[in-house]
């Protein structure tokens, strides 16, 4: 079992409730069976939403307490993404997924970079960094 951002596979979860264009998955993750997740709407936000981004440091260091997820407007937003990405982990738990493959550069999602303080910068978003602290390897695909 895979666990995969949902918003990878079309479903229209993205913060603004956008389809992303198809595209190529991972040749490792064809032909496992795939359980979609969006840890943004896990954690109980509604799609669309404001643009989220990091402040402080990655993931980890929100799962830490030492970064916080802020809404463009200022709002904090750190409690939604921290429910999310431990929903995200339970789910992978409960279903045995071996990996995640996940949204590149999303504040939940992004495994080797993310939305930091106003621009992309290495690091990985809240989610990524629960399934990981799981133990669930983690590929990065879009």
Known sequence: ???ISACLLGVPCRYDGTVLPPLELPDEIRGQALL???PEELGG??????????????GRAALAGSARVLRADGTDVTAEFLRGAEAAAELARRHGACAACLKA??????????HIGGKVA??????AAALERAGVRLIEAG
């Open 1 to 3: 079992m895979i666990l």
């Open 36 to 38: 979609p997740v969006c």
């Open 45 to 58: 936000l509604p799609t669309p939403r404001p643009p989220a981004e990091l402040a402080g440091g990655d």
């Open 105 to 114: 550069r999303s504040p939940s999602c992004g495994v080797k970079s993310t």
């Open 122 to 127: 290495p690091g990985m978003g809240v989610a």
